[in-house]
């Protein structure tokens, strides 16, 4: 069966490429407004792009652009007649009648370039699909990446003048100044960590290290449940340890304050039902997305991240836990896996330009003590990767016969052990053992 896109000729304008061209020579002050959509090989006629480079050239040199300077820029450079000659270049301006629409003829020559782009995307895959000794997640993985790579890549660039940029700068402090508890991240809702890091910041990646059963997940479920029921933030929650419905009950006994133990043995008294309805309607309305996945490859973590931010504008993603992303290559040394994962997920948290936070075991040598950078298990590479790292740490709760440990709140320190843009420090928090949730002190 014959192939029907064979002999088309690749989508491409030429007359809105030669009228933004046109209209550049009309108006040189609408080259600053071009190049914020346009470079040379978004024009699809090699004529067209020796033109735009030199006007571009000329640009950048400060000199005013016209017919003169463009054609004399075009000799000296020996591209002349590449460009299609001096009668080609004066054609230009009799193509359109003003500069008036220049962005717009703008666009339509980056929307063109967009479609020519995708069918080089589109038969890199076909090729790649036919690769049987890649696998097929590989190869997805690639063709999304991409895809979003093309995406990034014509986001138009743009700048402001102080003028533009200080009135906007002013409204934001006074809203600082009577909010009083605003931050430039994404708040965690524990107001001593918010107050030391302005919030979770875009494209970082923080790492919260544990020993087990200190409340590593009990501190992020915490905080995605602040995030998403009540700033209304939406959140992610990859789980590879706990299911999605030991997650919910969780959440549940948190938001109603009915002890866990309650919920997961059903001995609850009928009081206790309003609680938890009334709990559960704040939870079903959130915008939360809760990934439930044992043993997950790292190209289905990104694949499902890129996913959730391009059909959920998700804004910040928790992984429950780093050191159960299987890598794709078991074939290396253990370390070297981590540190692939770390790496990972640092680039995922730019390439989505959001934070993405991911607990950590940290070593049995750090048992008892305060964790250090050095603790953080199976590979130096995570302290490296890492934005921001915190420990819990707290003595570990036993209980005694009557329980009564259960209903105290529990002093924990949460250690902030690294901040790249920011300072460090130890923050004192409270553990509720019977929610197994984390508060603020000051707000207890």
Do not use: C, W
Request: aromatic share 6%; hydrophobic share 40%.
């Amino acid at each position: 069966m014959s192939n029907p896109l064979k002999d088309k000729v690749p989508p491409h304008n030429l007359e809105a490429e030669q009228a933004t061209l046109g209209a550049l020579l009309l108006d040189a002050d609408a080259v600053g407004t071009v190049i914020r959509y346009l470079r040379p090989d978004n024009f699809y006629s090699l004529q067209n792009q020796k033109i735009f480079q030199a006007i571009i050239s000329l640009f950048g040199k400060g000199q005013r652009v016209d017919l003169i300077t463009l054609i004399e820029e075009l000799r000296q450079e020996g591209i002349l007649a590449a460009a299609g000659g001096p009668g080609y270049v004066s054609a230009l301006t009799d193509t359109v009648p003003t500069s008036a629409n220049v962005e717009y003829y703008a666009k339509i020559v980056l929307e063109q370039s967009v479609r020519r782009s995708l069918l080089v995307i589109s038969n890199k895959i076909i090729a790649e699909a036919h690769n049987e000794s890649r696998e097929s997640r590989a190869v997805l993985e690639d063709a999304q990446k991409r895809i979003f790579e093309l995406t990034d890549a014509n986001q138009s660039a743009t700048f402001k003048t102080p003028k533009e940029i200080i009135p906007l700068a002013i409204e934001a402090i006074e809203k600082l100044y009577h909010t009083r508890d605003a931050f430039t991240g994404i708040p965690s809702g524990l107001i001593e960590l918010d107050q030391m890091t302005s919030g979770f910041q875009k494209s970082e990646l923080i790492i919260i290290g544990a020993r087990p059963s200190v409340g590593k997940t009990a501190l992020a479920l915490s905080m995605v449940a602040h995030i998403s029921i009540k700033e209304r933030i939406p959140a992610a929650f990859f789980s590879l340890e706990m299911s999605d419905m030991q997650l919910i009950q969780r959440m549940i006994s948190q938001e109603s304050h009915i002890p866990s133990e309650k919920i997961r043995t059903g001995l609850l008294k009928m009081s206790d039902f309003q609680a938890i309805q009334d709990a559960a309607g704040r939870i079903y309305d959130a915008p939360l997305y809760i990934v439930d996945m044992p043993n997950m490859k790292l190209l289905d973590l990104r694949a499902m991240a890129r996913r959730l931010r391009a059909q959920y504008s998700v804004e910040i993603i928790f992984i429950d836990y780093l050191t159960l992303i299987t890598s794709e290559n078991s074939m290396i040394p253990r370390h070297e896996q981590i540190a692939e994962v770390s790496r990972s997920l640092k680039s995922l948290a730019r390439e989505l330009n959001i934070p993405v936070v991911a607990l950590s075991q940290v070593r049995r040598d750090a048992e008892g003590k305060k964790p250090m950078l050095a603790d953080l298990r199976e590979s130096g590479s995570i302290e490296q990767d890492a934005d921001v790292v915190m420990f819990l740490h707290r003595e570990r709760v036993s209980s005694n016969k009557d329980g009564g440990d259960r209903d105290q709140a529990v002093d924990t320190e949460l250690i902030v052990a690294k901040q790249r843009n920011g300072p460090i420090g130890d923050i004192d928090i409270l553990f509720l053992p019977r929610y197994t949730k984390f508060v603020s002190k000051s707000r207890d």
